[in-house]
């Protein structure tokens, strides 16, 4: 049986891997969910149990722990790992629709200043944003020190490609002195411009803050621009 079970359930994941969940019966999507629960069990037979118990498979992902350890065979793991479903699907809805929508200077400095508030090192976050600048991941890079920031342009490419984000939005402070970009700044941005263009992913923005609360926009002080010309006329 369990030889049986296994050929079975390769079946059922390659499906899932091949088509999504679309062509599944609901039987047939429980039955994936309680394989990690139930190693050694025909969970087949389980799965229209519970359909049959709750009206669906909507009935049984809306049911209490204790509802569903009613049904011979559920036990408490797994009624509570069924019902985190339910709890998981809904913080996921709540943080969709809690995205941030970076479509603008005032709330793209807002927000940066909430990352890098009281650094005393140098810092460099990277947000990524989907078509609607909304947010979609951020990483952030510290220094080993207060004065250097070591990013490779190809990390930020390859988190791109991964998460398929549509620009980019570059927020970075200056531990100390005035918040004007350095020349090594200026070529670090012009770099993943050119790298990110060659993608067709945009970079929005590059912000550069000091301590004094102060603030560079290359945006908003043509930089982007004029690095978007050079980018044409080279191309």
Not at 7 to 30: P, T, V
Not at 31 to 58: S, W
Not at 100 to 116: C, D, F, T
Not at 192 to 200: E, R, Y
Request: charged share 25%.
């Amino acid at each position: 049986m369990a030889h049986e079970n296994d050929g079975h359930r390769a079946r059922l994941r390659e499906r899932m891997m091949k088509e999504g969940l679309s062509s599944f019966q609901d039987h047939e999507i429980l039955e994936m969910l309680l394989f990690q629960y139930l190693p050694r069990r025909d969970t087949n037979k389980l799965a229209h149990e519970l359909l049959n118990k709750f009206g669906g498979i909507a009935g049984v992902l809306n049911a209490t722990p204790y509802n569903l350890m009613m049904v011979k065979g559920v036990s408490e793991a797994t009624a509570c790992n069924i019902a985190l479903l339910k709890e998981v699907w809904q913080r996921c809805k709540r943080n969709e629709a809690e995205r941030i929508s970076l479509n603008g200077l005032s709330s793209i400095v807002k927000y940066a200043q909430l990352l890098i508030s009281e650094s005393y090192i140098e810092r460099l976050v990277v947000v990524y944003v989907d078509n609607a600048t909304r947010f979609l991941y951020r990483d952030v890079f510290d220094s080993n020190s207060d004065q250097f920031v070591n990013v490779d342009v190809k990390q930020i490419l390859e988190t791109v490609v991964r998460i398929r984000a549509a620009g980019v939005i570059l927020f970075h402070c200056h531990s100390h002195g005035v918040c004007a970009p350095s020349a090594e700044d200026i070529s670090f941005t012009e770099d993943l411009l050119f790298s990110l263009a060659n993608l067709h992913v945009v970079l929005l923005e590059h912000l550069i803050f000091n301590n004094a609360d102060d603030f560079y926009s290359f945006y908003r002080n043509g930089d982007i621009a004029a690095i978007r010309e050079k980018f044409k006329r080279l191309r």
